[in-house]
């Protein structure tokens, strides 16, 4: 992950989390200086968490890979607990972010 602009959140106890983070490397994900994104809304049901966030295309901030009109690769990870070290599923996937969505994306 090498590179990686990432944000991680979830429900724990009712309440929700949410940070900006960044990698370095194969090791866990470090907490970004400036928090740059934005947690909107969460919810969450037997199956499934949803997160809904926000930012600015450029932050001009080293550790965030500024949003544009080219493919971008999408990295994710979920897990049986919040314990972000330990996934039960990962995968990837090429987007633009700024196309219009057909659907909602689903990592399942």
């Given amino acids: 992950m090498k590179g990686a602009d990432i944000i991680i959140g979830g429900i724990q106890d009712g309440k929700s989390y949410f940070a900006d983070y960044h990698a370095i490397g ?3 994900p470090i907490v970004d200086a ?3 994104w934005a947690l909107l809304s969460t919810s969450q049901n037997v199956t499934h ?3 809904k966030v926000t930012r600015v295309f450029n932050t001009c901030d080293n550790e965030d890979v500024s949003i544009n009109n080219d493919t971008t690769k999408i990295i994710w990870a979920i897990g ?3 314990n972000i070290l330990h996934h ?4 990837a996937d090429s ?3 700024l196309d219009a969505p057909a659907s909602q994306w689903n990592a399942t």
Avoid: E, F, H, Y
């Avoid at 039960?88 to 995968?91: A, H, L, N, P, V």
């Fill in 49 to 51: 968490t949803t997160l």
């Fill in 80 to 82: 049986d607990t919040d």
């Fill in 34 to 36: 400036s928090q740059d």
């Fill in 95 to 97: 987007v633009n972010i």
């Fill in 88 to 91: 039960r599923k990962r995968g």
């Fill in 26 to 28: 194969r090791q866990a």
